[in-house]
T-cell receptor, first 113, second 113 residues
Framework: GENVEQHPSTLSVQEGDSAVIKCTYS??????FPWYKQELGKGPQLIID?????GEKKDQRIAVTLNKTAKHFSLHITETQPEDSAVYFC????????????FGSGTRLLVRP | DSGVTQTPKHLITATGQRVTLRCSPR?????VYWYQQSLDQGLQFLIQ???????AKGNILERFSAQQFPDLHSELNLSSLELGDSALYFC????????????FGPGTRLTVL
């Protein structure tokens, strides 16, 4: 069935350290994998996405890697800052002629100053 | 600011009542998605409309319905409300039917008393 598993559910790191969040998906046809950041009281904000024809994508301190064979993808945040503290969601596309996003359960990231 | 607007921001109502949530997509976007976010369920896809037509359905209750109007704004109608319907309801929009980036609105917080 439709499922995206996300780990860990909470993550606490020291400012300047790296943070890694991992997701696995069940649909081998999934081909789009966005990551969203949600701050308290706000809607999810897209921070980076990757499509199945690439294995890695970077945007400044943020990178995403994709392993289609193993059906998992990861978010890497380097040099973390207190403003990175938020809930992060991974998602995977699901569907044929149209599609929807199946979201992971979220990771609450706390960056300690 | 994602460009997606939602009204109202907060809604407090009683069990058994009916409410309507409104969403205006980003300029030029033809697809609108509705999601429910509750504490124990994460982000759950409800329904997608594309250019006025329903295109994909998730775990949307029969008490809930949606539509997309010719000007592309969308409304989510929730009826016979129960305590368990209390949640954040998000609208997202994307350009078309293909696997596109979804941009989320700020959400409507519904409280059913």
């Amino acid at each position: 069935g439709e499922n995206v598993e996300q780990h860990p559910s909470t993550l606490s790191v020291q400012e300047g350290d790296s943070a890694v969040i991992k997701c696995t998906y069940s649909d081998s046809a999934s081909n789009y994998f966005p990551w969203y950041k949600q701050e308290l009281g706000k809607g999810p904000q897209l921070i980076i996405d990757i499509r199945s024809n690439v294995g890695e994508k970077k945007d400044q301190r943020i990178a995403v890697t994709l392993n289609k064979t193993a059906k998992h993808f990861s978010l890497h945040i380097t040099e973390t800052q207190p403003e990175d503290s938020a809930v992060y969601f991974c998602a995977a596309s699901w569907g044929g002629s149209s599609y929807k996003l199946i979201f992971g359960s979220g990771t609450r990231l706390l960056v300690r100053p | 600011d994602s460009g997606v607007t939602q009204t109202p921001k907060h809604l407090i109502t009683a069990t058994g009542q009916r409410v309507t949530l409104r969403c205006s997509p980003r300029s030029g976007d033809l697809s609108v998605y509705w999601y429910q976010q509750s504490l124990d369920q994460g982000l759950q896809f409800l329904i997608q409309y594309y250019n006025g037509e329903e295109r994909a359905k998730g775990n949307i209750l029969e008490r809930f319905s949606a539509q997309q109007f010719p000007d592309l704004h969308s409304e989510l109608n929730l009826s016979s409300l129960e305590l368990g319907d209390s949640a954040l309801y998000f609208c997202a929009s994307s350009a078309g039917l293909a696997v596109d980036t979804q941009y989320f609105g700020p959400g409507t917080r519904l409280t059913v008393l």
